[in-house]
């Protein structure tokens, strides 16, 4: 049987298109999802939200993250640093800082997921790649820890830094993603060196 050449161009045409679908599909990561509406009163000073409707996150696990309605907070799990960059409350990221907040509150959950769930959470509110893994290195290193190892002295306590040693290490986390955006492990190992270095002592750029 003759096969005519228009069909032949239409079928090739047809297949181009679901590879392209489908790869399109393969190569957008799976960030994880949010539910409801994130509805908040802000207060006088742009720092402090109450949450007027229930809001939750999904995170590419398949875990909810739930924080209940009528919850107040003030951003205070995003380290000092940060704020001057990127106030939690004024960019696509104040969804995720909520839900950091309501879990470094409550402490429900391990410090290092809570971190985690944080740049899942700003990725799926379409923050960019550079701001997430920045904001996430930096409250990893800087944020509220908890559990197990966490006590003073022991291997997993905060990093403790004043204000300007914590934006020493941001400005060069920054200037590492720029160069080699490395993936989250390797940034986290990446951040940790940096903590390492002596007090007092401001970090090297990166070139």
């Known amino acids: 049987m003759k096969i005519h050449p228009r069909i032949v161009i239409a079928a090739a045409i047809a297949a181009t298109a679901i590879v392209a679908v489908t790869s399109a599909s393969l190569a957008d990561p799976n960030f994880g999802h949010f539910i409801g509406k994130f509805v908040a009163e802000f207060g006088d000073d742009g720092r402090k939200v109450t949450l007027k409707e229930p809001y939750a996150f999904v995170d590419p696990a398949g875990k909810e993250w739930n924080v209940p309605d009528g919850y107040k907070t003030d951003g205070a799990s995003v380290p ?34 809570t971190h985690k769930v944080f740049y899942f959470a700003m990725r799926a509110a379409h923050v960019d790649e550079r701001t997430a893994k920045v904001m996430y ?71």
């Not at 939690?88 to 909520?98: D, E, I, T, W």
């Not at 197990?148 to 022991?154: E, H, I, V, Y």
């Open 80 to 113: 000092s640093a940060l704020w001057a960059l990127y106030p939690p409350f004024s960019g696509s990221y104040r969804s995720a800082a909520v839900i950091h907040d309501y879990y470094c509150d409550n402490m429900e959950r391990s410090w290092q997921d």
């Open 137 to 207: 290195s930096a409250v990893y290193l800087f944020g509220p820890r908890w559990g197990p190892g966490t006590g003073p002295g022991q291997r997993s306590a905060p990093v403790t830094a004043t204000p300007e040693q914590q934006e020493a290490v941001v400005k060069e986390l920054q200037a590492l993603v720029d160069k080699e955006n490395p993936d989250l492990d390797s940034l986290v190992a990446q951040a940790k060196r940096m903590s390492a270095k002596p007090a007092g002592a401001a970090p090297k750029q990166t070139e």
